[in-house]
């Protein structure tokens, strides 16, 4: 029998690679599903609160309101893209039996979560870059820490690619693939920091916030534009990379017990 931990490597490559283009192939050719809804959610929520309600709040942690809601916009819309992705393509992969195929070839349980995951990864970070683009239309953006900003991006796309495949596994039906992303997803990121600083909340409910596990992410993020932060970014940086590590863990566990994959 098969070693599905490691097998044959150069037939793993070979069909990691196949998997990883067909879900990157898959973003581009339906990209006004994929790419345009995020971005048009982030110049909606530029337009209604940068502008609206900027011209009431002047400034958050010295800089503009526009210019410190924008990195939680961008985050928010590499998050939802992230998790969208690999959630919709394992659960359709489910719904067709098409995963059947990826559990016989030569691949082992880790790269087929890896190549799920690198697809969510693409589409977070073409959807991050073109909200960006469309950022700069609207204020001038000042860019503090490349280097944190790429482990934000990199490391939240895997968070959610990995949160996206527990969901696909999980869900039953269609109405349960939306009960994450309704009742907790975008509840915790609109709760995380995008519209505003903890340090403007009163202090139980700052407590409260610390609490959401986003609010590291966009605080992190945030820091590598404008170098401020509301909890310390180390502290991001190490609750980011627990969560990515245990999700990942979780989900080669279900792959390998065969959770809702074997018929």
């Known amino acids: ?33 994929t790419i345009i809804p995020p971005i048009i959610t982030a110049v909606l929520f530029i337009v209604i609160f ?71 990864l693409v589409r977070g970070f073409v959807v991050g870059i073109l909200i960006l683009a469309v950022s700069l239309l609207a204020t001038t953006i000042t860019i503090y820490s490349i280097a944190t900003l790429l482990f934000f991006i990199i490391m939240a796309s895997l968070l959610f690619s990995f949160a996206g495949i527990l969901t696909a596994l999980w ?24 519209f505003y600083s903890t340090t403007m909340l009163p202090p139980f409910w700052a407590t409260v916030a610390k609490f959401n596990p986003i609010l590291y992410i966009i605080d992190g993020f945030r820091f590598g534009f404008i170098g401020l932060t509301d909890v310390p970014l180390w502290t991001s940086i190490i609750i980011l990379s627990v969560l990515t590590l245990i999700s990942f863990a979780v989900c080669v566990h279900l792959f390998k017990k065969g959770y809702h994959l074997k018929s």
């Open 171 to 194: 869900a039953t039906n269609f109405d349960k693939l939306n009960v994450f992303t309704t009742f907790l997803i975008t509840p915790l990121t609109y709760l995380g920091g995008v």
């Open 50 to 120: 940068g502008y609206s309600l900027g011209s009431r709040v002047t400034e958050v942690q010295g800089v503009s309101y526009l210019e410190f809601i924008i990195p939680g916009l961008l985050m928010m819309g590499v998050i939802m893209s992230a998790y969208a992705n690999t959630s919709f393509s394992l659960f359709i992969a489910r719904f067709h039996n098409m995963h059947q195929e990826w559990l016989s070839a030569p691949i082992t349980y880790w790269q087929i979560i890896i190549s799920l995951t690198i697809g969510g």
């Open 1 to 33: 029998m098969k070693n599905r931990w490691t097998g044959n490597w150069i037939g793993n490559w070979i069909s990691l690679q196949a998997l990883a283009e067909r879900e990157i192939k898959r973003i581009f050719r339906v990209w006004t599903q």
